[in-house]
């Protein structure tokens, strides 16, 4: 089985900054994708990042300039450095993992609520 936890989630005014972790644990040969998106109350869950095993980086217009997706191979993990942030930012953020275990494979996180408020 792979778990990915995320972390980092919280409440922030508008203006100020959070960074969210995803740490991916379990059984498979590699890594391949990881991405972040995200869900606000009553929409559909949207892409916010993702970066493949290569480094290279995909960004959602709206965060672009704002947000700053990166990766650590080695430790297995994910970060979305969120800066500026806006109320219109307010989601539940989910990491998720596209990996190899003979065939391809994704897993989701749990999900880390962001709020952004004054």
């Known amino acids: 089985q792979v ?4 972390s980092g989630g919280g409440l922030v005014q508008p203006g100020g900054s959070l960074r969210l972790s ?3 644990s379990g059984s498979f040969t590699s890594i391949y ?7 606000a109350p009553g929409k ?3 892409l916010v ?4 095993s290569g480094g290279r980086t995909n960004y959602a217009q709206s965060v672009k300039g704002r947000f700053t997706i990166s990766r650590d ?3 297995k993990t994910v970060n979305l450095q969120m800066n500026s942030l806006k109320p219109e930012d307010t989601a539940t953020y989910y990491c998720k993992a596209d990996v190899s275990k003979g065939i391809g494979m994704e897993y ?3 999900g880390t609520p962001g ?3 004054s």
């Open 22 to 24: 995803c740490a991916v």
């Open 44 to 46: 559909q869950r949207e």
């Open 115 to 117: 709020t952004v408020s």
């Open 73 to 75: 191979n080695a430790k």
């Open 49 to 52: 990042a993702d970066i493949n």
């Open 108 to 110: 989701w996180g749990k």
């Open 33 to 39: 994708a990881l991405g972040w998106y995200r869900q």
């Open 3 to 6: 778990q990915l936890v995320e």
